[in-house]
């Protein structure tokens, strides 16, 4: 059984910082892409933020230049560097990753269970 836990999410001021951390656990041979989402009031899911297995990084538009995805391999935990936040930055943020359980076995998609963000004017 693999598991994603989200952690960091917290009220915070307009022009704030914070920092998301996802942590996988259970049987994982290895972890492909790994990826933020998030998800607005009123709104639907989005995604935020991806890193492939090499490092290799990509952004959407609203967080680009204010936002930081990052991975440590050895905790096989990704991160979201989040700064200059908005008030439209307010949502649940989810991660999710690409994983095999197992050599040679296929890779699933799994998600956690989300964490809070809300940023105040």
């Known amino acids: 059984q693999v598991q994603l836990v989200e952690s960091g999410g917290d009220l915070v001021q307009r022009g704030g910082s914070l920092r998301l951390s996802c942590a996988a656990s259970g049987k994982i041979f290895s972890i492909n892409t790994m990826a933020w989402h998030r998800q607005g009031p009123g709104k639907e899911r989005e995604l935020v933020a991806v890193i492939t297995s090499g490092g290799s990084t990509d952004y959407a538009d609203f967080v680009k230049g204010r936002f930081t995805i990052s991975r440590d391999n050895a905790k096989n935990t990704v991160y979201l560097q989040m700064n200059s936040l908005k008030p439209e930055d307010t949502a649940v943020y989810y991660c999710?990753?690409?994983?095999?359980?197992?050599?040679?076995?296929?890779?699933?998609?799994?998600w956690g269970q989300g964490t809070t963000v809300i940023v105040s004017s």
């Open positions: 999710n990753a690409l994983i095999a359980p197992y050599i040679d076995s296929p890779e699933y998609d799994y």
